[in-house]
């Protein structure tokens, strides 16, 4: 008598999740279920697929150096846009970059980079090729007002903040003026 094949129940984790990534089951292409990432992301104290309030929504870094070697300057600067959609977007200085990406305090971590396909100078698109590499996976990383840096696979990603928030301004300090003697009586 043939038995009825039962699939085993889904994994807990599959070892590429970023820590906070809670795993779900969606359709694949073929319709198969498949693993699919997900977070919880809010705006204004809600849930949903599309909003994200982590420390990096809503801003924008410019590319210094990779390794150690300052980047090439293309025509326009190199910078990359965190959206509050959960995605990433910018400029490799020849083609435009898009992918997910999620914030842990430890990990920042990019979904598959997506690239526009044209075509550049040879030491812009090797240049290209370092920046797709480094910002791949699960990568740590550190964050401050002004700059963020990513240590990723192919190497170190120093960014700087090109909207940082304003230096603190001391307050102007007036000397205090001397008392006025209330109605003094004046000469002989």
Known sequence: MLGRLVAPAPPTSFGWEAPGVTPVFGLGLAGAARP????????????????????????????????????????????ITFGHDGRVSGTTGVNQLTASYSLTPDYLTFGPLATTRRAGPPELLAQEHRIVASLAGMCPYRLDPRSLVIDGPLGRVELANTRPPPEPVDPIVTPPTAPVAPDAPTGP
């Open 36 to 79: 699919i990432a997900s977070r919880r992301m809010t705006v204004y104290g809600g849930e949903g697929p599309t909003a994200t309030s982590d420390a990096l929504a809503g801003t924008q870094w410019e590319l210094l150096a990779i390794d150690g070697r300052p980047v090439l300057a293309g025509a326009d600067p190199l910078r």
